[in-house]
């Protein structure tokens, strides 16, 4: 089946550490998306990307970095500049066009 | 800039009770707009999504919604809410001519009391 993997599901950061999130799709989508989710405040951008090899910051970009090497492989590193990454993160990617995006599972990121 | 305004933060319904969720956005150009929902600890999934034409678009598990460009809305609805129904949805919109961008409300949490 075709679809949005992220991994892993629960993630647990230690003060000053780097984590990476992983985003893989196989649905041969163009664009993909990285969003932060806090209880009440809706999805925000963090980054995406429309083609390999480029990506733009969105709303939220800082403390955050991301790479797009392959087409399907869009991973997130919380770095240590980022000092309150506890959140829901959601990855998500689109077709060309003005389709819809579509959504992983999510990855909970919690701070030890 | 756009945005989007979802007013109510928590409703409550009995089941088999109508159910209509309220979205108010703000966009220069034709808007394409979506319905997403995400139940506890998951992803998003599109329950629907106007573009143009038709102003009544239906949506997957008995959803429809209503595009009235003169009121800037689009409002979700359901005729009789099921137990299953109890989410949290999200209206967003298309932003950045180009990027697809979505720029989401902050949501409306549904209960079920059955």
């Known amino acids: 089946d075709g679809g949005i993997t992220q991994s892993p599901k629960y993630l647990f950061r230690k003060e000053g550490q780097n984590v990476t999130l992983s985003c893989e799709q196989n649905?041969?989508?163009?664009?993909m998306y990285w969003y932060r989710q806090d209880p009440g405040q809706g999805l925000r951008l963090i980054y995406y990307?429309?083609?390999?090899?480029?990506?733009q910051k969105g709303d939220i970009a800082e403390g955050y970095s991301v790479s797009r090497e392959k087409k399907e492989s869009f991973p997130l590193t919380v770095t240590s500049a980022q000092k309150n990454p506890t959140a829901f993160y959601l990855c998500a990617s689109k077709d060309r066009g003005s389709g819809p995006q579509h959504f992983g599972d999510g990855t909970r990121l919690s701070i030890l | 800039a756009q945005s989007v305004t979802q007013p109510d933060i928590h409703i409550t319904v009995s089941e088999g009770a109508s159910l209509e969720l309220r979205c108010n956005y703000s966009?220069?150009?034709?808007?394409?707009l979506f319905w997403y929902v995400q139940s506890p600890g998951q992803g998003l999934q599109l329950l629907l999504k106007?573009?143009?034409?038709?102003?009544l678009v239906q949506g997957i598990k008995g959803f429809e919604a209503e595009f009235k460009r003169s009121q800037s809305s689009f409002n979700l609805r359901k005729p009789s809410v099921h137990w299953s129904d109890a989410a949290e949805y999200f209206c967003?919109?298309?932003?950045?001519?180009?990027?697809?961008?979505?720029?989401f409300g902050k949501g409306t949490k549904l209960s079920v009391i059955p």
């Open positions: 966009y220069g150009a034709t808007p394409y």
């Open positions: 649905l041969n989508h163009d664009a």
């Open positions: 990307s429309q083609i390999v090899n480029d990506f």
């Open positions: 967003a919109v298309y932003s950045g001519a180009g990027s697809y961008q979505l720029t």
């Open positions: 106007y573009f143009s034409g038709d102003t």
